[in-house]
């Protein structure tokens, strides 16, 4: 079987064909060209093989980041580049909203929370329709708690927008998003829509696209669970990390990431246990949206798709034989990856998100 974690292709001294140019002008130039990536970055870029074309140059945006919370950071490949992340954002909305709990200017239990159900002609379900403004009649109310974990545990886009039409529109959770320390973040339309506005039936990611970066939704969980946002004594922390789809153990890739690891050393009986007590927060995010034509964007002129994932994850670890934990912040996304290439560079994603945990999960394992 083919290793997850140790395939190092491209990584040492040898360039990989999206690194390599070949100057045929009459006028030439000497550069200088330094890989500063590090050995785990070189690894999931060589993984990420689909996601570059013929011509060495990238479909789309491919970000990776991880950080031990209080810690170093470990993974910074692209982390800070301005990216749509879809439904990932939701949780700068959550952020926003627990902030009003902390200040005592809101409460869960307030049951006035409106939101509205949306008809964009489409056979989604209710929650996942794109809002539009012109359809905010008869509204469907509920507690504020509720709202809340339907956005984050449903990915709800109705209750999201209800959220924004609660506390005034964007400009006050992008005012959030600022004393977060989120630079790269900004929020401009309704979560749901893409790049698509209803109200004129046009395609404009230049002005409709959620703009943030890996490194910056990993850096909410961060700063709340060191209560740097959000006060330790507080019900607004306790609630902001239970609505963040919070659960115990692991499957699939990842278990299959901590059985190989604990295979090789040796360890193989621990690594049902050990799964059994990985802990994560997190949210994801996906898209099937368009790039509007330059000359008419009512029309798609390129299908484009959008997948991220960030969150918290703590892993077990024994320390003079008892058990403690290592937690670590996470964000990855590919975004406008023409969907011509989708597959292949979706595929590569899907292992890769999970693959930034190969050395804080051998590390982990070392200490049982």
């Given at each position: ?58 479909r789309g945006v491919f970000s990776a980041y991880l950080k031990q919370v209080a810690g170093p950071v470990l993974i910074d490949f692209n982390a800070q580049r301005r990216a749509e992340t879809a439904s990932a ?190 802990k994560r927060w997190g949210k994801g995010g996906s898209y099937g949206t368009c790039l509007g034509l330059p000359a008419d964007t009512t029309q798609c002129g390129q299908e484009v798709v959008v997948r991220a994932?960030a969150g918290l994850i703590e892993l077990p670890v024994m320390n003079g034989g008892y058990l403690g934990a290592r937690r670590y912040v996470y964000g990855s996304l590919v975004s406008d990856v023409p969907s ?29």
């Amino acid at each position: 079987m083919a290793s997850i974690c140790n395939d190092e292709r491209g990584s040492f001294g040898v360039m990989s064909g999206h690194e390599r140019k070949t100057l045929s002008l009459s006028v030439h130039f000497i550069a200088l060209l330094i890989d500063n990536a590090n050995v785990v970055e070189r690894r999931l870029r060589s993984r990420m093989a689909n996601f570059w074309g013929a011509s060495d140059e990238p479909r789309g945006v491919f970000s990776a980041y991880l950080k031990q919370v209080a810690g170093p950071v470990l993974i910074d490949f692209n982390a800070q580049r301005r990216a749509e992340t879809a439904s990932a954002l939701k949780v700068l909305h959550l952020l926003h909203a627990m902030r009003q709990v902390q200040n005592n200017l809101d409460a869960l239990a307030s049951d006035n929370f409106r939101y509205f159900d949306y008809r964009d002609g489409s056979d989604n379900l209710p929650k996942d329709r794109c809002p539009f403004s012109a359809q905010e009649d008869n509204p469907l109310t509920s507690t504020l708690e509720w709202g809340l974990d339907r956005m984050m545990d449903d990915s709800d886009n109705r209750t999201t927008r209800g959220v924004v039409l609660r506390y005034g529109g964007f400009a006050p959770i992008n005012a959030t998003a600022a004393w977060a320390g989120l630079a790269g973040t900004t929020l401009r339309h309704n979560i749901g829509c893409g790049y698509f506005e209803p109200s004129t039936s046009r395609y404009t990611p230049a002005t409709l696209r959620n703009d943030t970066t890996a490194a910056d939704l990993a850096s909410i969980y961060e700063g709340v669970w060191r209560s740097q946002l959000l006060g330790a004594d507080n019900g607004a922390r306790r609630e902001f990390l239970e609505s963040v789809s919070a659960g115990t153990g692991v499957g699939g890739k990842l278990f299959a990431i901590i059985q190989e690891e604990a295979t090789r050393m040796g360890k193989l009986t621990i690594a049902s246990p050990f799964a059994a007590l990985v802990k994560r927060w997190g949210k994801g995010g996906s898209y099937g949206t368009c790039l509007g034509l330059p000359a008419d964007t009512t029309q798609c002129g390129q299908e484009v798709v959008v997948r991220a994932s960030a969150g918290l994850i703590e892993l077990p670890v024994m320390n003079g034989g008892y058990l403690g934990a290592r937690r670590y912040v996470y964000g990855s996304l590919v975004s406008d990856v023409p969907s011509a290439w989708s597959n292949g560079v979706l595929d590569d994603y899907s292992k890769v998100r999970y693959e930034i945990f190969c050395s804080v999960i051998r590390e982990a394992l070392a200490t049982w």
